[in-house]
């Protein structure tokens, strides 16, 4: 954890926490110790590791990641708090701006359901909430994205974030095609703060050529019409055309992209996984 209190109560970052000092796990309340070295990015932890499950087991990266990008954030004039703790919904956010949006870095894949009750816990509270990844390789507008990268694919805006620690850069994945296995095409640029929580549709459409073995699978899976087949099933649910699924969400699932449905308050809501 980058923040602990003193004595006092009063929330330390570790980079001007001092030695010889009492700190305290803000989740749990027991003392924890300050590391600091040359290697290691100043932190606190818990003195014994079974009482670590009050935070994730996050890398020196992380670390780093975190501090550079609030540090980015409040040189623009932002309130910014890092890993607040937020005792309404057990949550401890990466960067919270203003009091009103929250930043969370995720480097290593974790399953989507804890993805979907982070965010839905943070928007309960009344939070705008923003995942970054780490940076992806982008050549001549291509780019693999893995099975859990793409969950981040926001299907609306068609954009994804991702956080660069050596440029020190926000990036912006926007206007993403899928094209087959891990393969998209896209844009990618800089990305200001206040682009993170854009939530406007993307209203642009280009035009691509399938592959055959594209064209044959779109075929095979439409002549099955069977509702076993997962995608069909969603689109029959949802009462969606095959024109309103490529219109509406920019790409064509192929099988690994299942379109999933889940039952919230009664109505059904669309996800992707």
């Not at 003392?31 to 994730?56: D, P, T, Y």
Request: glycine share 4%; charged share 20%.
């Amino acid at each position: 954890m980058l923040v602990a209190l003193n004595e006092e109560k009063e929330r330390v970052l570790a980079t001007t926490a001092l030695r010889k000092t009492q700190y305290f796990c803000p989740v749990c309340g027991k003392q924890v110790i300050l590391k600091r070295g040359l290697k290691v990015i100043s932190h606190f932890a818990h003195k014994h590791l079974a009482e670590q499950k009050c935070f994730n087991n996050e890398t020196i990266k992380h670390y780093k990641s975190k501090l550079i990008l609030a540090q980015m954030i409040q040189q623009q004039g932002c309130k910014v708090e890092i890993e607040p703790f937020l005792k309404e919904i057990k949550q401890i956010p990466d960067i919270l701006i203003n009091n009103k949006y929250v930043i969370e870095l995720q480097y290593s894949p974790i399953p989507y359901k804890q993805i979907l009750q982070r965010t839905e816990g943070l928007k309960k509270m009344g939070y705008k909430v923003s995942w970054l990844l780490n940076d992806v390789d982008y050549c001549h507008n291509k780019v693999k994205f893995n099975h859990f990268q793409s969950m981040f694919i926001n299907p609306f805006t068609r954009k994804l974030h991702t956080f660069n620690l050596e440029k020190k850069q926000i990036m912006m994945f926007q206007q993403i095609q899928y094209l087959g296995g891990h393969k998209y095409v896209a844009e990618k640029r800089n990305a200001k703060i206040s682009e993170l929580f854009n939530e406007a549709p993307c209203d642009y459409h280009a035009v691509y050529k399938l592959s055959k073995f594209a064209i044959n699978h779109i075929s095979n899976m439409s002549l099955a019409n069977s509702v076993l087949e997962p995608t069909l099933s969603a689109m029959y649910q949802l009462q969606l055309t095959d024109q309103e699924v490529v219109h509406n969400y920019g790409y064509i699932f192929q099988s690994k992209f299942i379109l999933k449905i889940i039952l919230l308050s009664g109505n059904y809501k669309l996800i992707y996984g």
